[in-house]
């Protein structure tokens, strides 16, 4: 069987950004489209000038356009309409084109003229043949929806205003980490009166138009962006996907509304959000797609965050998913960045499990080596030379059955210049320029059972790939307790920067204990507070959702006994469940029924 693990196994582009006068070179690929046609995968995420193929979602291999065709232009949307591939992408400053094509690998596209601008587009065919379009990205606007005709993609009567935020009633839409507001009372004032000096004659906000008020506070405040819609179509409904609150946040996540018509009225969803990983080693998961597979299995893709080096520091997470026997939307998020076989089932647990979190460390050289087992991707080891041979080295404590091992490179303000020529493009405030030069990353895993004799697990010394999140997978398995990855070669020329060496495999110990002395604190209709008692487990998956049977929700937590939840829905049923985890196995707590402050 083939297996993923997330984030994504891909070459991520490296973009150019000016930040403060200077170029800060970061990798990015967001709001991925991923459609299935004629007998192929697509995958087209932003920022990547081109798109990936794959017969079976585990190996993709990436085309460049053959035309020039607007990469710079943000959130790709491509469907399958009337047996053509159809691409469009976001700009607010001039009509947006659409294009076609029955086969982008060897014929491009063809364009079609645009009638009017808009961001984050997305086009939906019905059964009966009737195009529609849904665009927006906005904290102070709504998601917006029209009828379009087939052959020139005009409009079809009024665009119509289809769901906006609702931060009073749906938790997980709230800006901030945690949904924590990112932004104080002082700092949403300042900007405030920032603004206002952009009006002559103005002092206070009271003196401006009530809409143009509205637009002020919006974005100076804590407002969430409303973006990124998906439809779907199941079983006569039709599912509007949509992101929220921020693509920064590790709360980027994806909910969900439900209607009879393309057009609505449309109505919450039961279970939102249907796609969030606040959690783990690598968090976010929203603005994405819905799809089936060959086998008519349902899979979901999104956007994870790292933002770090620039806020769109973005790689991309593939999510099992499907819909329950009341027609709820999921995704199978609980173990989201660990190994997935590609033909497992929903909530299946992992085969294996992590092995390398707080184990010890020792490098060649360099600070924060302990970052590289902290399970956190926004941490790394950095060595102190760019020289071939920099090397890091875990000892896993004891001797275990490894299967996988995700080898991790970060980028730490690599400063870099715009190349000669080059010329930053884009909309205003995020221009950038993507660099299409291939790169390499090179190195050499290595594995030992006593420190001192070692065996090859895997030599990329002289490979031509460019993957920082590599997996290499060994289905059988084998004997190992120190493993060390020697670094020969990185794009530009820099330090050894490493993420995570994340090992994975199976101990011969027993699975933990249950969770024990859980409080859960009602701080209000969208917040709660769980805490748990000192263990001896890796970590603690935190499970909730709105019915026993549907905990559909997860938060992995390594290294604490509180965590804050932020995404309830107001006046919606809470039951929650700990689930205790190691290198062994799994341990499933009891559901316990929020009903107030709760103690077991």
């Known amino acids: ?5 997330n984030p994504l196994n891909l070459p991520y582009k490296y973009q150019l950004n000016s930040t403060d006068g200077k170029i800060i ?29 794959s017969s079976d979602m585990g190996d993709w ?52 003229k645009g009638t009017f601008s808009f961001w984050d587009p997305h086009l939906f065919q019905d059964d009966d043949g009737k195009i529609y379009f849904y665009w927006g990205c906005s904290n102070n606007a709504p998601l917006y929806g029209v009828e379009v005709s087939p ?25 901030g980490e945690d ?25 206070d906000i009271d003196q401006l138009p009530k809409a143009m008020q509205e637009t002020l506070l919006a974005y100076a405040g804590n407002a969430p962006y409303i973006e990124g819609a998906w439809v779907t179509k199941y079983k006569g409904s039709y599912y509007l996907q949509y992101a929220f609150p921020g693509t920064q946040y590790n709360v980027y996540g994806d909910g969900v509304y439900v209607a009879e018509q393309p057009l609505g009225p449309f109505r919450l969803a039961k279970n939102n959000p249907f796609s969030y990983k606040p959690g783990g080693f690598i968090t976010g998961a929203g603005h994405g797609s819905t799809i089936q597979d060959h086998r008519d299995e349902w899979w979901h893709i999104s956007t994870m965050k790292i933002s770090k ?57 360099g600070r924060k080596s302990e970052a590289v087992v902290d399970e956190d991707v926004c941490t790394w080891w950095s060595a102190e030379s760019n020289q071939a041979g920099e090397w890091i080295e875990i000892d896993l404590g004891e001797s275990y059955d490894v299967h996988a091992i995700q080898v991790n490179f970060a980028d730490d303000q690599l400063h870099l210049p715009l190349p000669e020529g080059a010329e930053l493009q884009g909309e205003t405030g995020s221009k950038r320029y993507i660099d299409q030069i291939h790169q390499r990353t090179c190195w050499k895993l290595e594995g030992s059972l006593d420190g001192d004799t070692y065996f090859t697990i895997e030599d990329k010394t002289n490979a031509l790939t460019d993957l920082p999140h590599d997996l290499i997978v060994r289905e059988n398995g084998f004997g190992c307790r120190y493993v060390k990855l020697t670094v020969n070669a990185l794009p530009y020329q820099q330090n050894a920067h490493v993420s995570g060496l994340r090992v994975f495999g199976s101990g011969a110990g027993n699975k933990p204990e249950p969770a024990t002395e859980i409080k859960v604190i009602k701080e209000s209709d969208l917040d709660l507070v769980v805490s748990w008692g ?4 890796t970590g603690v998956n935190i499970l909730w959702g709105n019915a026993p049977e549907k905990l559909y929700h997860s938060y992995m937590v390594f290294g604490k006994i509180k965590q804050k939840i932020g995404a309830l829905i107001k006046g919606e049923p809470v039951y929650l469940r700990i689930d205790t985890f190691n290198e062994s196995g799994i341990t499933e707590g009891q559901i316990i029924k929020v009903d107030g402050n709760e103690t077991v």
């Open 1 to 5: 069987m083939k297996y993923f693990c």
């Open 25 to 53: 070179a970061s990798r990015e690929a967001a709001d991925p489209s991923l459609v299935h046609y004629r007998g192929l995968y697509y995958l087209f995420p932003s920022m990547t000038a081109g798109f990936y193929t």
């Open 61 to 112: 291999e990436f085309h460049a356009f053959k035309e020039d065709m607007p990469i710079y232009d943000y959130a790709p949307d491509v469907r399958v309409i009337d047996d053509y591939l159809y691409f469009c992408a976001s700009k607010r400053d001039k009509n947006c084109p659409y294009y076609r094509s029955q086969n982008p690998m060897q014929n491009g596209f063809e364009e079609i």
């Open 151 to 175: 052959e020139t993609m005009i409009p079809i009567g009024e665009a119509v205003g289809l769901i906006s935020s609702r931060v009073e009633e749906l938790g997980f839409e709230r800006n």
């Open 179 to 203: 949904h924590v507001p990112a932004k104080t009372p002082e700092m949403i004032a300042a900007s405030v009166k920032n603004m206002l000096s952009n009006f002559p004659g103005v002092t």
């Open 309 to 365: 080096n620039h806020p769109f520091e973005r790689r991309l997470g593939l999510w099992k998913a499907g819909f329950d026997d009341d027609g709820e939307l999921y995704c199978d998020q609980r173990f989201g960045d660990w190994p997935i076989g590609l033909e497992q089932e929903p909530w299946e647990k992992p085969e294996w499990f992590l092995l390398s979190y707080g184990k010890s460390v020792r490098a060649s050289s």
């Open 534 to 537: 000192e263990n001896d487990a």
